[in-house]
């Protein structure tokens, strides 16, 4: 009997030893099976000839995003971090140049009615300042205060509450010695909500902490949009 | 082993993240088969997804004696060896395309990997007779398909 299912691996070398003796054998005296066995050695050196397959693309995803993506993405990162650092800095420095200063002179509040109380700052800040007499943590500033610091030197008719905290910030330097006498200010109705709208005036130094921590917060959600547009390319 | 090279790519890729993240697993010997195993595990649920018929055996059964060796049709003279040659190579293409996938990945484990017969065991996870009898069902049946397209065996 022809040990045709053998051939394969008797080819390959993968026989018992006993079988594969006894394969060898016959394949001396079998000519079909020693053509058939040629053949199937022809068959596996034309098929280890196949060409290789070779990756048309690379397997990691190819970026097809502009050159300057990456690099402004890792730089974008770097500015936000580097204005959290400033908004931190400033912060602290904020703080404080504030208490240092805020246990000589606490920090008075100020009517919002802006028009009047720049016809009699001292007597508004001055009732204010008898009736909270705050001196203010280190809140949270709004971010449009600095414009509202500089042009606090003009009396201008904006009726808001961080000009009246920068107004009574310079009362407290220039009218201090024009002692005002404590009375209740005859706007009366005004005087809770002012007090309510109130922030507790400090030094400033330069803009405001809180500017830098926009400018983190821009730059951090740049970096988020370039990093997920050079991912998904 | 796939046939459509993107198909190939996309199991690669998959194969290499699952190998990467089995990491830690790999105890065995050879790195090598156990890379090949995750790939041709993948290639093979590949095939089985692509064939949506999963009630259709890949391998169907096996009876090691009742394979056919077709014999030579008329080979025409001009024909009498085309081995080496590319039309040889296209024949034995498009015969691997058309066997069952398992007996594909066990005999291009084997010839064209050079894995032996306990190694692709392991990689398929198959008895090793399994294996043999895939393999030399495979190789027969590019046999036949060369055979019928008049190749007369090699020819040294």
Known sequence: MHPFADLSAYLDGALPDERRAEVGRHLAGCEICSARLAELRGTARLIAGLPDVHPSRSLVPRVSVPVWMAPLRTLSAIASGAAVLVFAASTLLASASLTSTGSGAPAVAAPAAAPQASLDRARGAGGAAASTAAPGPAGPQDASSPSAQFSAASPAPAPSANRSVAESDREKRLDTSTTAPPAVAEKGPTGPEAVALSVPARPQLGPSPWLWLLVAVAFAVLAFVLQRRLRTS | ?156
């Open chain 2, 1 to 156: 082993m796939l046939g459509q090279s993107a198909d190939a790519e996309d199991v690669v890729q998959d194969a290499l993240l699952a190998a990467w993240r089995s990491l830690g697993s790999f105890e065995g010997t050879s790195f090598r088969a156990w890379i090949f195993r995750i790939a041709t595990n993948r290639a093979l649920d590949r095939l089985r997804a692509r064939r949506r018929r999963p009630e259709s055996p890949l391998d169907p059964p096996l009876g090691d004696d009742d394979v056919i060796w077709s014999e030579p049709s008329a080979p025409g003279p001009e024909l009498v060896d085309i081995a080496g040659d590319r039309e040889a190579l296209v024949v034995v293409e498009t015969a691997l395309a058309t066997l069952p996938a398992e007996q594909r990945a066990s005999l291009l484990l084997r010839d064209v990997e050079g894995f032996a017969y306990e190694e692709i065991a392991l990689i398929t996870t198959a008895e090793i007779g399994t294996v043999k009898s895939r393999i030399h069902r495979a190789r027969l049946a590019v046999r036949n398909a060369l055979v019928a397209k008049g190749w007369q065996g090699p020819a040294g």
